[in-house]
């Protein structure tokens, strides 16, 4: 009896995923304003809000860590669902889904690939606010990168599946106000969400981004790793996971 080679009982090709992961930023490397825009944007909206609440430091100090949920979700979002659509309509993605690849190949490559991206984003955006910009959080530093980088992947997540349904690059940009705005709105940063509404409450609790910013506010007010740091980077973690999914499956040979 013929053995199964172990990487054919796998759901996905380890080659074929490293592989697009490679090109993804090779990509990402030859596109500099996407460059810019993912690695320069969100140090630059850190200081945008440090100045905006110069002459108020407390708000600073109470809004700064909770954006570190907020800002990579809508720069990941945009840069991952453009780069997708860029691939759909040259042609690239259906010359990919001719030949014997699976759908999760790419999506696990495309993550992959802007993780590492996403890794380089957080470790500039909270070098940047502990240090010049004068981030006082009681927590250890990486608690912030760990976040912002689970913002970053929730941003990818959307972005992949977003682009399924779009098509162009100016459709993906009017789907955000329906894939990232409403959780901007509740996730907590503007009203606490046992001050909302009973029904807005409850929608708060589907959001994963309310998620992102109460673990960030965690790292900011505990000296440790809490619990409810764990479970809120675990539920936001699993979202990924489930959009994920939901992207491989939209992709259509």
């Known amino acids: 009896m013929s053995r199964i080679p172990p990487t054919e009982r796998l759901p996905f090709s380890p080659t074929v995923t490293g592989a697009t992961a490679v090109r993804v ?5 030859r596109d500099k304003g996407s460059t810019a825009l993912l690695l320069g944007i969100p140090c630059m909206l850190m200081v945008l809000l440090k100045l905006m609440f110069y002459s108020s430091d407390a708000t600073f100090q109470r809004v700064g860590p909770q954006v570190f ?7 990941m979002y945009l840069v991952a669902s ?20 699976r759908r ?23 070098l940047l606010s502990v240090g010049p910009l004068g981030l006082d959080i009681k927590g250890p530093a990486y608690l912030l990168m760990v976040i912002a980088m689970l913002g970053a992947l929730l941003g990818l997540a959307l972005g992949l599946l977003v682009s399924a349904f779009a098509r162009n690059e100016f459709q993906a940009v009017q789907f ?13 940063l503007f009203v606490p969400q046992d001050q909302m509404q009973g029904a807005l409450a409850a929608t708060a609790k589907v959001m994963p ?7 960030a506010g965690e790292a900011a007010t505990h000296s440790g790793v809490t619990g409810l740091f764990v479970r809120d980077a675990l539920l936001t973690l699993g979202c990924v996971i489930l959009v994920l999914v939901a992207s491989a499956a939209t992709l259509k040979r």
């Not at 930023?25 to 490397?29: F, P």
């Not at 955000?176 to 907590?188: K, S």
């Open 82 to 101: 453009m780069s997708t659509l860029r691939e759909r309509t040259t042609g690239t993605a259906e010359r990919l889904l001719t030949m014997p690849v």
């Open 25 to 29: 930023l090779h990509q990402t490397s």
């Open 176 to 188: 955000l106000p329906a894939a990232v705005l409403p959780q901007f709105l509740v996730c907590g």
């Open 209 to 215: 981004m309310a998620y992102a910013v109460q673990a």
């Open 69 to 75: 949920g907020i800002f990579p979700v809508i720069v």
């Open 104 to 126: 999760l190949d790419i999506v696990l490559g495309y993550s992959i690939a802007f993780a590492f991206l996403a890794l380089l984003q957080a470790v500039l955006s909270t």
